[in-house]
């Protein structure tokens, strides 16, 4: 782009800019004008609203006042005359008659004398000789006083009678002979006085209502529905005492003609805003249309430096058709030398062309693998690499199918992750079976120590009757039989262990735990002699249960070791390991108990841990292993305390085995 033109672009953008602001300052104005206009006439209303409102509450509350006050008029008419007539009675029950009658806003008319006992009322519960009860509150008894000691008419401070309604009363004093005889008292309920004073179209335009300064209700009276608008107050005197006069406006219908108006500069006003945007959308329209082309162009490249996923196009026919920058860094060929290329393509593999050329076919004929698929291209310096291939449809603006769109991502540096993590894993294998070689070799050792010993006890016994001077054939043999059953257990042993370590299952059938006990009786007679230990062996007659028996005879001889060498320690007379074999709740429970040290609260926590001894020369597995045996066959092991041994000390050994149909 030529200087000149640059100059003429930036001239235009600029002119553009300022006619693409125009028509927002316009709408930004008529916006604010219309908003304005519509504050004004709301405001205007609601100023409007508030006079209305206090107009009538001054209304109203003079009504009001009229009416208490004419009513204290006519008490004090009544006052005044009742003292010097005879019939005080009659007069006062016509007189407060007529007063009820045209005063339904008055609940009760009372006559007290000086004690204030009643001396009449209307109405009365009872006939009028008769003393009316709870005529008013403790407030009303003060606003007698209070008029008793003035000596002219006072109002009583506002009280909430039954149901939650206030009243208030007027007390007129009544003297005879400047001595004062009495009170009159008229009940004023606050919810009558406003049913009857507040005219029925007050009530549809505001909520009235009566409260103290504690915003205390005690009479209200409406019959609008909606929001409220306002309120206004007013204080309500008589009877005073705080008592305020509250009336609330509710929201009502705005003048048709003032709707109207509004209206129509709503509409008016959307016209002009639709007639400004649309303007202006045209104009942007128009400058997008301009800059499409240089925006698409730069966006475009953008994208493609910006990608290092190789992205080629082809037509129908396998001709190349576009590259990216990243195909043509990872091939190491320009676009020049590709585009318009057919088959054989320039990075393909020589001695793979067939295959290559194959998966081209199936491209073309639209059976590519969803999933991609890989294959070994070259670049143009020789260097071979793994790609994995996407191919997708190349769709036309029209719907029609074009070419080929294929993306290529170079994963040789995932190949070689994928075999350096395979060969890592193998290394840890073979580390893997060196560490459960050395678990075997710890377990044989552990458990091939008991029939080897054996072994070498029965060959020393050979030995010496060799030497004897007189010795049997048949001695020789049942040593020798001896040897050969040493070594056909420590044979099982070693396949057990080899087992074991495979994570192989083993073999459970029906046996009896008496007989594994007498096995190992026999195997540990040699070595109990030497140590001076008595075997107490105590068993039933017991069925049998589904277990592995050499894995049990393998607990049971760890166990029985254990105890013995527990008991080195203690006197001779006192080495006795008991065993004990019985049927209690479903199960086989063996007990193995021993005098020895017992065992330190320090250790009971860690006694079943592997490699965990409280032995010198002990490797720790026993325990662990013997615990294995006892839940494979779902059972449990468990020491305690043997409480019985004469030495104070000593310990006992329990495992379980289910009792199962064999």
Request: glycine letters at 8%; proline letters at 5%; aromatic letters at 8%.
């Given at each position: 782009m030529?200087?000149?033109?640059k100059t003429?672009?930036?001239l ?6 300022w006619?693409?602001?125009l028509p927002?300052?316009?709408?930004i ?5 219309v908003?304005?206009?519509l504050?004004?006439l709301?405001k205007n ?14 209304w ?7 009416h208490?006050?004419?009513t204290?008029?006519q ?13 005080r009675?009659q007069?006062?029950?016509l ?6 009658r045209?005063n ?14 009643v ?7 009872g006939?009028?000789d008769q ?18 000691r003035l000596?002219?008419?006072t ?9 939650n ?7 007129m ?5 400047h001595?004062l005889?009495?009170?009159l008292?008229?009940?004023?309920p606050i ?7 507040v005219?029925w179209w ?25 929001t409220?608008n ?12 705080g ?5 609330t406006?509710y929201q009502?219908?705005?003048n ?25 959308e045209l104009m ?5 249309a301009?800059q499409?082309?240089?925006a698409?162009?730069?966006?475009r490249?953008?994208?493609?430096d910006?990608?290092t ?11 190349i ?5 990243a195909?043509?860094?990872m091939t190491g060929?320009s676009s020049?030398?590709l ?5 054989p393509?320039?990075y393909?593999?020589?001695?793979q ?12 004929a ?10 070994t291209?070259m670049?143009?310096d020789?260097e ?19 070419g080929?769109?294929g993306?290529?991502l170079?994963v040789t540096?995932r190949?070689?992750a994928?075999?350096?993590?395979r ?11 060196l560490?459960?070689?050395?678990e ?9 120590n008991?029939p ?17 001077a ?11 039989e ?6 056909q ?9 080899h087992?074991?370590?495979?994570k ?20 540990l ?15 039933d007659?017991?069925p ?18 254990n105890?013995?060498d527990?008991?080195?320690?203690i ?8 065993v004990?074999?019985a049927?209690?709740?479903g199960e086989?429970?063996v007990?193995v108990a ?7 609260d320090?250790?009971?926590d860690?006694?079943?841990t ?10 720790g ?5 013997c615990?294995?045996?006892v839940?494979f ?7 305690d305390?043997n409480?019985?041994?004469?030495t ?10 289910p009792?199962?149909h064999?």
């Amino acid at each position: 782009m030529s200087a000149a033109s640059k100059t003429f672009s930036a001239l235009s953008s600029r002119r553009v800019g300022w006619l693409l602001a125009l028509p927002t300052v316009g709408i930004i104005l008529l916006v604010a004008v219309v908003v304005a206009l519509l504050w004004v006439l709301h405001k205007n209303e609601v100023e409007e609203d508030r006079a209305t409102l206090i107009k009538d509450v001054l209304w109203l509350e003079q009504n009001l006042r009229f009416h208490v006050t004419g009513t204290e008029e006519q008490l004090q008419q009544l006052a005044l005359e009742l003292p010097g007539r005879t019939d005080r009675h009659q007069l006062f029950r016509l007189r407060v008659a007529n007063l009820l009658r045209n005063n339904p806003d008055l609940k009760q008319v009372l006559w007290l004398d000086s004690s204030w006992a009643v001396v009449d009322a209307l109405p009365a519960g009872g006939k009028p000789d008769q003393e009316i009860e709870s005529f008013g509150p403790p407030v009303a008894e003060k606003a007698y006083e209070i008029a008793s000691r003035l000596g002219k008419r006072t109002y009583s401070e506002p009280y909430l009678g039954p149901g939650n309604h206030g009243h208030f009363q007027l007390v007129m004093p009544v003297f005879s002979e400047h001595r004062l005889t009495g009170v009159l008292v008229a009940v004023y309920p606050i919810d009558a006085l406003l049913t009857e004073l507040v005219p029925w179209w007050f009530t549809e335009k505001y909520l009235v209502q009566v409260i103290d300064e504690n915003d205390i209700q005690y009479g209200a009276k409406s019959n609008v529905q909606g929001t409220p608008n306002q309120s206004y107050e007013i204080p309500f005197e008589p009877p005073g005492y705080g008592l305020k006069l509250r009336v609330t406006g509710y929201q009502s219908g705005t003048n048709p003609l003032q709707r109207l108006l509004g209206g129509a500069i709503v509409i008016l006003a959307a016209g002009i805003f639709w007639s400004l945007w649309a303007v202006r959308e045209l104009m942007k329209k128009r400058v997008k249309a301009e800059q499409a082309l240089r925006a698409e162009h730069a966006f475009r490249q953008a994208m493609e430096d910006s990608l290092t996923v190789g992205m080629r196009a082809r037509d129908t026919t396998g001709r190349i058709v576009y590259v990216n920058p990243a195909f043509c860094r990872m091939t190491g060929f320009s676009s020049e030398e590709l585009v318009g290329r057919m088959p054989p393509m320039p990075y393909w593999v020589p001695d793979q062309i067939e295959e290559t050329l194959s998966l081209h076919r199936a491209v073309l004929a639209g059976d590519a693998p969803q999933d991609g698929f890989e294959i070994t291209l070259m670049r143009k310096d020789g260097e071979r690499f793994q790609a994995l291939i996407y191919e997708a449809p190349l769709i036309d603006g029209d719907g029609r199918q074009t070419g080929w769109m294929g993306s290529f991502l170079d994963v040789t540096e995932r190949k070689r992750a994928e075999e350096l993590a395979r060969q890592q894993q193998e290394q840890l294998q073979f580390t893997a079976r060196l560490v459960t070689m050395g678990e075997m070799a710890s377990t044989l050792a552990h458990e091939l120590n008991q029939p080897l010993a054996a072994i070498a006890s029965y060959n020393t016994g050979c030995l010496n009757l060799l030497d004897g001077a007189s010795w049997k054939p048949e001695d020789i043999r049942y040593a020798l039989e001896k040897v050969g059953v040493q070594a056909q257990r420590a044979g099982r042993i070693v396949r057990r262990v080899h087992d074991f370590v495979r994570k192989s299952e083993p073999k459970r059938a029906p046996c009896l735990v008496q007989d594994v006990v007498e096995d190992c009786l026999g195997f540990l007679e040699t070595d109990a002699r030497k140590r001076q230990v008595r075997i107490d062996c105590r068993s039933d007659d017991l069925p049998p249960v589904l277990a592995d028996r050499l894995m049990l005879e393998q607990v049971l001889l760890n166990l029985m070791r254990n105890g013995m060498d527990a008991m080195v320690e203690i006197e001779p007379d006192l080495r006795l390991l008991t065993v004990a074999v019985a049927a209690e709740g479903g199960e086989i429970v063996v007990r193995v108990a021993d005098h020895g040290c017992g065992i330190a609260d320090d250790v009971k926590d860690k006694l079943f841990t592997a490699f965990f001894s409280t032995k010198p020369d002990g490797m720790g597995v026993g325990l662990s292993i013997c615990r294995s045996i006892v839940e494979f066959h779902r059972g449990r092991l468990w020491a305690d305390p043997n409480l019985d041994s004469p030495t104070g000390s000593g310990t006992i050994f329990t495992f379980t085995l289910p009792l199962e149909h064999a």
